[in-house]
């Protein structure tokens, strides 16, 4: 696997629930010392609070860099800004919706929509269940395009102890797409 970078990637926190795997990207980016830029959606904000005890600053204050979701303009939203990779944890089917459509209407999306057009690494950790059609042609609208669905679905090979764990494994999945070095996870033996 290639080594980090200095090219940050960017962490996008849609209004799913699962906030914790957007958190828990961003705390295992920075022990690595790869460098971060985050941007939360408004309902993301809101899944903060209602599923965790921590505030929004405290989240910010895992990244590099924190951008507004209505700054359409923000350097990550143009094609020229380098960057690694990025990672929407937890992605909702309307973010979705929005990258599998190029319907940019904030910044999370437009900034998906340019690691597509830019053929660079972009993780979904799409969270919806159960999925009818319109979610399933979605998720592969977005594959098609080059995004990398990964909905957080824990394995049990490593026989997980805490959420913790499972968290952890899903996150280290997430880091080995975009070529990260970690020690996240239990590698599988045979």
């Known amino acids: 696997m290639p080594e980090k970078s200095t090219t940050p990637v960017i962490v996008g926190i849609s209004g799913a629930t699962g906030v914790?795997?957007?958190i828990e990207t961003l705390k295992a980016l920075r022990k690595i010392g790869q460098p971060s830029h985050l941007i939360i959606s408004e309902a993301g904000a809101?899944?903060?609070?209602?599923?965790?005890?921590?505030?929004i600053d405290d989240v910010r204050d895992l990244a590099d860099t924190v951008h507004n979701n209505k700054d359409i303009g923000a350097a990550i939203a143009s094609g020229s800004f380098r960057c690694r990779a990025m990672i929407i944890a937890p992605c909702s089917i309307k973010t979705l919706s929005g990258v599998a459509n190029s319907f940019d209407t904030n910044l999370l999306i437009r900034a998906a929509d340019v690691m597509l057009k830019e053929r660079r690494p972009l993780v979904l950790m799409v969270r919806e269940t159960p999925l009818h059609k319109g979610h399933l042609e979605l998720m592969a609208?977005?594959?098609?395009?080059?995004?990398?669905?990964?909905?957080?679905?824990?394995?049990f090979y490593h026989r997980p102890e805490s959420i913790d764990d499972i968290v952890s494994q899903t996150v280290g999945r997430a880091l080995d797409h975009l070529g990260l070095e970690h020690e996240l996870i239990e590698r599988w033996q045979g």
């Not at 995004?147 to 394995?155: G, S």
């Open 46 to 55: 809101r899944t903060i609070d209602i599923e965790t005890d921590m505030s």
């Open 20 to 22: 914790v795997y957007g």
């Open 141 to 155: 609208r977005a594959a098609d395009y080059g995004a990398t669905i990964l909905p957080p679905v824990p394995a």
